[in-house]
């Protein structure tokens, strides 16, 4: 309200309510509406408020105790936005159609706009022009000076139930009835444009000069041909680098997950890998509490797979350290599995020759070393 003290909110429940934002108070209630009121307005007259039953009132603010609105009128639909064009001029959102009305002449409809094909639920003023949007998914925007001429209007954005507009005429924001909002901008009109649309460099306003073309960023941006990166030959391409999903072993590891973080790479059959699965948890310390407590298909794979490959030169170093966990841990409870104390001595076997041959090649290491 104009004091800044004040504010009135309709319900649901047909009232009209003023309250006291100082002292967090109702101070005066109207129970006049008889469906929800839905829309209101501040005017230099008074509160405008409008209710689904088309009914339109207005209210002296000074006195809220009072029961019968100084102005009152009905449209022939419901009323969900109502937007103040001057002192006593008001635009009412009427089912599709917008009611011009005056409050204090003779005859209050002064006009009605059906520029929409939905509900029209929001309305704006923007000194000169009014702005409309509705559930037909279209804006429009109206030129006053010229008997409300539509001047610019943008469609197919879905239904919309809210609209915010800049002081310069530029930008529109709409709410839609999906929970979304659509930012529209309205670029400068060229010289070509046709006579119905009234040129920006027209307007009674002044209005900053923007820069018209590609969005900074953009694919188009990049592209273009006034001079852009591409003319003077420094475009530049970024690639689409698809971030390199996880393998389940790595996902397991990450998790600690380390007994099935073994089996699952034994299975997946790339000695390289598996070896590098141990040898990661070797370095982490952890290979020991990754080995014990295996269930037997788990503990047969594991030893078929070092049995098979410890005697290979690249792996021979990490894997003889996993034949000795593997026997200090499994070796006290030899025949309990028939299998598994197979696959152990067999182990062991390879292990010890595995390792005389590391040995012996050590030693020609050596003599090799002395010679040249």
């Not at 094909?117 to 022009?129: N, Q």
């Amino acid at each position: 309200m104009p004091d800044m003290t004040k504010v009135a909110s309709g319900s649901n429940d047909h009232t009209v309510r003023w309250w006291d934002i100082t002292r967090g108070e109702c101070v005066g209630e109207s129970t006049n509406h008889e469906d929800a009121v839905r829309a209101g307005v501040v005017t230099p007259l008074g509160i405008m408020t409008g209710d689904l039953g088309g009914v339109v009132q207005l209210w002296d603010p000074r006195a809220p105790e009072t029961s019968t609105p100084l102005f009152e009128t009905t449209v022939s639909d419901s009323v969900f936005s109502m937007t103040a064009l001057g002192d006593h001029v008001i635009a009412v959102a009427a089912g599709k159609a917008v009611k011009i009305i005056d409050v204090a002449g003779k005859d209050p409809l002064l006009r009605t706009l059906e520029c929409h094909s939905g509900e029209v639920m929001a309305t704006a003023a923007i000194d000169g022009y009014l702005v409309t949007a509705g559930l037909d998914g279209v804006v429009n925007v109206h030129s006053r000076e010229e008997d409300y001429r539509m001047v610019w209007n943008r469609t197919d954005l879905g239904p919309l139930t809210e609209l915010a507009v800049s002081p310069d005429l530029r930008h529109v924001a709409a709410g839609t009835s999906s929970g979304t909002i659509t930012f529209m901008h309205r670029g400068r009109v060229s010289e070509e444009a046709p006579a119905a649309v009234k040129p920006v460099d027209a307007l009674p306003f002044p209005v900053p000069q923007f820069k018209t073309g590609p969005r900074a960023g953009t694919r188009r941006y990049w592209e273009r041909k006034d001079g852009g990166p591409e003319e003077k030959g420094e475009s530049i391409f970024v690639p689409n680098v698809r971030k390199q999903k996880l393998r389940t072993y790595d996902t397991m590891l990450k998790a600690f997950d380390y007994k099935r973080a073994i089996d699952v790479a034994v299975r997946e059959g790339r000695p390289d890998v598996t070896v590098s699965v141990l040898y990661e948890l070797l370095q982490r310390d952890v290979l020991e509490t990754a080995l014990a407590s295996l269930n037997e298909a788990m503990l047969t794979g594991l030893l078929h797979f070092v049995a098979k490959n410890i005697d290979v030169p690249a792996y021979t170093g990490p894997l003889v350290t996993v034949a000795h966990v593997l026997v200090d841990l499994y070796a006290s409870s030899a025949g309990d599995a028939g299998r598994v104390d197979e696959l152990l001595q067999n182990l062991m076997f390879k292990a010890k020759a595995a390792m005389a041959l590391g040995n012996e090649m050590e030693k020609l290491r050596g003599l090799l070393d002395g010679l040249f």
